[in-house]
């Protein structure tokens, strides 16, 4: 525990930089980072936080840390496709033979740099004046369990359907056979000492190298898609991309923004991140791909479990998932928690007709059949859910396509062609490396 107490230290300040870093993270003028700058003398002014975060990024691709040798964090977080699934396969396998599947999408992880830690009551500024309870907000995965970074970054290396390795002690031993160990032992090592006779100590060191290097602007928060550009006044929309964001943000048609906020064009306003980080019950159809629900009795109930099990005996939080970003969504293959779905325009259809037409999600005669009847009342019911009084969708084809279009321009990449149609491409940081 001494050997963890100076580290804990530094986690500290970190969270404090990281912190201020976050404030800068939607603006144009990068944050000046370092120890040097923030906090001088913490634990020997060492390691910087570019060290860390150069050390993270060697991490995040080094397969040799996993039981088969074969998986690292860029197996499931391909930095080509915005740090989400690397091809169309519903679940990444893995495991020591790498015949393992979970249950759950694997989501991006871009823009995850200024979460919320969970709560079950939080009160927002906008547009309640913090008088309205928002319910359960914040946390990292789709159940919001954990809070940072670093905790985040342990739990595929100890799943058994992941890296699945058994103990701190042995994902110790692997770091210390990369090719990397040494510079890893002497930059976060105490003086006279080497940070791999202290296991714990040392994987939490890669967990918080992990951490540093998802802050990483130009890795995980570029804010460089066609709507940047827009906000920025260096794009244009078409036609069909600004019906899209107008239906998007009305109330009454789309109402996407209520949980994806999104900013009107304004000078000096904050990027948008295009989530709350709320949880949510949408009743998404069950995926009959997923192996785990072979087993009729299972459900994956997100806020009360499985995988999350402090929430267990709060029935009114069973079928509550976290609200992803919308950022670089075109780019995915499977949507929801579960893959259920897989097309972004099959996922626009179904908030627009899961009321009016549910034979077609779930079935002829049935309904939400992916979430017990018991926990049928916590469901959204909210526009564009709810049909209009003449019972028909909110949403024409249309509207649909439209909004379709203005989802297209949240992928980053973005640069202006010299002539003929826009397109996204990978950013010029992230692809020089």
């Given at each position: 525990?001494?050997?963890?107490?100076?580290?804990?230290?530094?986690?500290?300040?970190?969270?404090?930089?990281?912190?201020?870093?976050?404030?800068?993270?939607?603006?144009?003028?990068?944050?000046?980072?370092?120890?040097?700058?923030?906090?001088?003398?913490?634990?020997?002014?060492?390691?910087?936080?570019?060290?860390?975060?150069?050390?993270?990024?060697?991490?995040?691709?080094?397969?040799?840390?996993?039981?088969?040798?074969?998986?690292?964090?860029?197996?499931?977080?391909?930095?080509?496709?915005?740090?989400?699934?690397?091809?169309?396969?519903?679940?990444?396998?893995?495991?020591?033979?790498?015949?393992?599947?979970?249950?759950?999408?694997?989501?991006?992880?871009?823009?995850?740099?200024?979460?919320?830690?969970?709560?079950?009551?939080?009160?927002?500024?906008?547009?309640?004046?913090?008088?309205?309870?928002?319910?359960?907000?914040?946390?990292?995965?789709?159940?919001?369990?954990?809070?940072?970074?670093?905790?985040?970054?342990?739990?595929?290396?100890?799943?058994?359907?992941?890296?699945?390795?058994?103990?701190?002690?042995?994902?110790?031993?692997?770091?210390?056979?990369?090719?990397?160990?040494?510079?890893?032992?002497?930059?976060?090592?105490?003086?006279?000492?080497?940070?791999?006779?202290?296991?714990?100590?040392?994987?939490?060191?890669?967990?918080?190298?992990?951490?540093?290097?998802?802050?990483?602007?130009?890795?995980?928060?570029?804010?460089?898609?066609?709507?940047?550009?827009?906000?920025?006044?260096?794009?244009?929309?078409?036609?069909?991309?600004?019906?899209?964001?107008?239906?998007?943000?009305?109330?009454?048609?789309?109402?996407?923004?209520?949980?994806?906020?999104?900013?009107?064009?304004?000078?000096?306003?904050?990027?948008?991140?295009?989530?709350?980080?709320?949880?949510?019950?949408?009743?998404?159809?069950?995926?009959p791909a997923l192996a785990v629900n072979q087993d009729p009795t299972f459900f994956d109930l997100?806020?009360?479990?499985?995988?999350?099990?402090?929430?267990?005996?709060?029935?009114?939080?069973?079928?509550?998932?976290?609200?992803?970003?919308?950022?670089?969504?075109?780019?995915?293959?499977?949507?929801?928690?579960?893959?259920?779905?897989?097309?972004?325009?099959?996922?626009?259809?179904?908030?627009?007709?899961?009321?009016?037409?549910?034979d077609r999600w779930y079935g002829k005669g049935r309904k939400y059949n992916d979430l017990p009847?018991?926990?049928?009342?916590?469901?959204?019911?909210?526009?564009?859910?709810?049909?209009?009084?003449?019972?028909?969708?909110?949403?024409?084809?249309?509207?649909?396509?439209?909004?379709?279009?203005?989802?297209?321009?949240?992928?980053?990449?973005?640069?202006?062609?010299?002539?003929?149609?826009?397109?996204?491409?990978?950013?010029?940081?992230?692809?020089?490396?």
């Amino acid at each position: 525990m001494k050997r963890l107490a100076p580290l804990l230290c530094l986690l500290a300040a970190l969270a404090g930089l990281l912190g201020q870093a976050i404030v800068h993270a939607c603006g144009d003028t990068p944050e000046p980072t370092g120890t040097a700058t923030h906090f001088p003398l913490v634990y020997g002014d060492r390691p910087t936080v570019q060290q860390l975060t150069d050390l993270g990024r060697r991490i995040f691709s080094d397969a040799s840390l996993s039981a088969s040798g074969k998986q690292s964090c860029a197996s499931c977080h391909d930095p080509k496709s915005a740090f989400g699934p690397p091809n169309r396969l519903l679940v990444q396998p893995g495991g020591p033979s790498m015949d393992r599947l979970g249950f759950r999408n694997t989501p991006s992880l871009r823009y995850l740099h200024a979460p919320i830690a969970f709560t079950e009551h939080f009160y927002e500024v906008e547009p309640t004046g913090g008088k309205e309870d928002q319910g359960p907000t914040g946390g990292r995965t789709w159940d919001g369990r954990v809070n940072t970074g670093h905790d985040q970054a342990l739990m595929p290396l100890m799943d058994a359907n992941e890296m699945a390795n058994t103990s701190k002690a042995e994902i110790a031993a692997r770091l210390a056979r990369t090719p990397y160990a040494k510079a890893f032992a002497e930059a976060v090592s105490p003086p006279g000492e080497n940070v791999f006779d202290d296991p714990d100590s040392a994987v939490l060191w890669l967990t918080v190298a992990l951490e540093n290097f998802e802050q990483s602007r130009a890795e995980f928060h570029p804010f460089s898609s066609k709507f940047d550009a827009y906000l920025r006044d260096q794009a244009t929309l078409t036609a069909a991309e600004q019906r899209g964001m107008a239906i998007f943000n009305d109330m009454k048609k789309g109402n996407c923004a209520s949980c994806h906020p999104a900013t009107h064009k304004q000078a000096g306003v904050r990027f948008p991140m295009f989530t709350d980080l709320g949880h949510v019950a949408l009743a998404v159809p069950r995926n009959p791909a997923l192996a785990v629900n072979q087993d009729p009795t299972f459900f994956d109930l997100g806020l009360c479990g499985p995988l999350r099990t402090d929430l267990q005996d709060r029935p009114e939080y069973c079928g509550l998932f976290r609200t992803p970003t919308l950022r670089n969504v075109a780019l995915r293959h499977h949507f929801f928690h579960n893959g259920a779905l897989q097309s972004l325009r099959e996922v626009v259809e179904f908030y627009a007709t899961r009321d009016t037409d549910p034979d077609r999600w779930y079935g002829k005669g049935r309904k939400y059949n992916d979430l017990p009847p018991k926990y049928w009342a916590n469901v959204n019911s909210d526009i564009p859910f709810k049909p209009l009084p003449n019972g028909k969708p909110r949403l024409s084809p249309r509207d649909i396509d439209d909004i379709v279009a203005f989802l297209g321009t949240l992928t980053d990449g973005y640069e202006a062609p010299a002539s003929g149609p826009s397109r996204p491409r990978a950013p010029r940081a992230a692809a020089a490396r």
